[in-house]
């Protein structure tokens, strides 16, 4: 449907309260992009620049190489859909896909023929008639979709469209949003979300926004396999990457590293250089590669201290001594059933082809 390009956009508010600085992002037609970061960090802000509702103030926002900064919302081809459903509750599920037709002054044909394709997409055919009070909230989430879907925009925006349903509701309504997607393959969808189930599964590459700019941009896998800094590999993934001091004894194509905290030495197969002996480090795991051994080389060897069996998994967290602070928590997540294990000392280890390096809070796969 469209590309979509963004230059060292910015937003600032009263000139001073600098929000977002050079963005730059390019998304393809057919991509479905998805946003994500902590509260705060400028996730809505940006999609509304996006869709106009909040003028850019610095950089410029391109669709199809048109610019599209001072274009009026109604005028870039755009169709938003919020958090809220915002449905006419007077109006039938028919009327509220038509009403914005009905506005352009489109052809009843043509109305008819928009909102049954969409209704069809959508598997809201048998709910046409029904007022918005009779639907379920995933049902009219899906009405509030297909009132953007009749429209037959360049770009859909999505901000945070299944936070106000339930668990279950959110499941089955994230497939219906991905089978949409797969249905309208030429389509190009933003998607704004805080949940990282709804990112990992949604999106073709996910935008990680944090300190007023883009940390990393990547296909989920890509973040989750290879993050850039620290902040991305604790944000990605759940519960988050464990952190551990550590420091470099030996270099080479693959790296042997000494951790005070865990009171152990093992390997990673991230590159070191003969330079970087004795550099400090931080050394990343994530929780679900972290395994028990008996053997010399571990990462990690403490106490148990609380035990989560949820069935699939189970999650073990340590109290570890830190050097920046009291204590550190680790965790290592386990399939299947352990619920003895409280109170034993365990040694943990990890594939080196999973354990991370960092030095200055940047993956040393990434340095130049």
């Known amino acids: ?25 390019d998304i393809t037609t057919g991509e479905l992009i998805v946003f994500v970061g902590p509260s705060g960090c400028g996730k809505s802000t940006l999609l509304r620049m996006i869709a106009g509702l909040e003028k ?9 190489e048109a610019r599209m900064n001072d274009v009026p919302p109604a005028q870039r081809g755009i169709a938003m859909v919020f958090q809220s459903y915002a449905l006419y509750p007077h109006m039938t599920v028919r009327d509220n896909m038509a009403f914005a037709l009905k506005l352009a002054k489109k052809s009843p044909q043509e109305i008819d023929e928009a909102v049954g394709r969409a209704a069809k997409v959508l598997q809201l055919d048998q709910y046409l008639d029904r007022l918005p009070k009779a639907l379920s909230g995933g049902q009219r989430q899906r009405v509030a979709i297909g009132r953007s879907i009749v429209r037959d925009p360049k770009v859909y925006l999505f901000d945070e469209p299944l936070s106000n349903l339930d668990a279950s509701l959110r499941v089955a309504t994230r497939i219906e949003i991905a089978q949409l997607k797969e249905s309208m393959p030429n389509s190009t969808m933003i998607y704004v ?15 990680v926004l944090a300190n007023k700019g883009i940390a990393q941009v990547g296909t989920p896998l890509e973040l989750y396999e290879r993050p850039e800094n620290e902040f991305v590999a604790q944000f990605i993934g759940s519960p988050a990457m464990n952190l551990l001091a550590a420091e470099i004894v030996e270099t080479g194509a693959v790296t042997t590293v000494s951790c005070p905290e ?53 999650q ?14 680790v965790i290592a997540k386990l399939a299947g059933i352990h619920t003895n294990m409280r109170g034993q000392t365990l040694k943990l280890t990890a594939d080196p082809a999973k354990v991370h390096l960092f030095a200055n809070g940047r993956s040393l796969l990434y340095r130049e």
């Open 1 to 25: 449907m469209a590309n979509l390009k963004l230059t060292d956009v910015g937003k600032a508010y009263g000139g001073n309260v600098e929000v977002l600085k050079n963005i730059n992002l």
């Open 56 to 64: 850019i103030t610095s950089g410029e926002l391109t669709i199809d």
């Open 316 to 329: 073990l967290y340590f109290e570890a001594p830190s050097s920046s602070k009291d204590t550190d928590t």
């Open 193 to 207: 979300t805080h949940d990282q189930v709804e990112a990992m599964t949604l999106a073709s590459r996910i935008v």
């Open 262 to 314: 865990g009171g152990g030495t093992f390997q990673s197969n991230v590159p070191t250089q003969a330079s970087d002996k004795g550099m400090k480090v931080n050394v990343g795991i994530r929780p679900e590669d972290m395994v028990p051994t008996d053997g010399e080389n571990y990462a990690f060897a403490h106490q148990v201290s609380i035990v989560e069996a949820l069935g699939e998994v189970t």
